[in-house]
């Protein structure tokens, strides 16, 4: 089993940054990707990005240049700079985590998933 636990987010100004971090324990020691999905108020959760144990990466056409995905493996701990911020990005962002070397957008791959954390930007 493996256990994600999200920390970083909060209330910010549109315009401010957050970064959140994502730590993986557990039984991590085969290569995995990890990603950040986010949920908004009835919407569906959609993807953000992902990053592979190599740290090739992807980005959602929405966040691409405003935000930032990186890793530590030592650490087994990933992160998320998210810059530019916009009240659309208000969510509910969780980690997850997939065994394997490839970098995918699509939820349902993902093994394991973090509790989240809450991401509030004000206009």
């Known amino acids: 089993q493996v256990q994600l636990e999200e920390s970083g987010g909060g209330l910010v100004q549109a315009g401010g940054s957050l970064k959140l971090s994502c730590a993986a324990s557990g039984r991590t020691r085969s290569t995995y990707a990890m990603a950040w999905f986010r949920q908004a108020p009835g919407k569906e959760r959609e993807f953000v990005s992902c990053i592979t144990w190599s740290s090739s990466t992807l980005y959602a056409d929405s966040v691409k240049g405003r935000f930032t995905i990186s890793r530590d493996n030592a650490k087994n701990t990933i992160y998320l700079q998210m810059n530019s911020l916009k009240p659309e990005d208000t969510a509910i962002y969780y980690c997850?985590?997939?065994?394997?070397?490839?970098?995918?957008?699509?939820?349902?791959?993902?093994?394991?998933w973090g509790q989240g954390t809450q991401v509030t930007v004000s206009s």
């Open positions: 997850a985590l997939r065994r394997g070397m490839g970098a995918e957008r699509t939820s349902a791959v993902y093994d394991y």
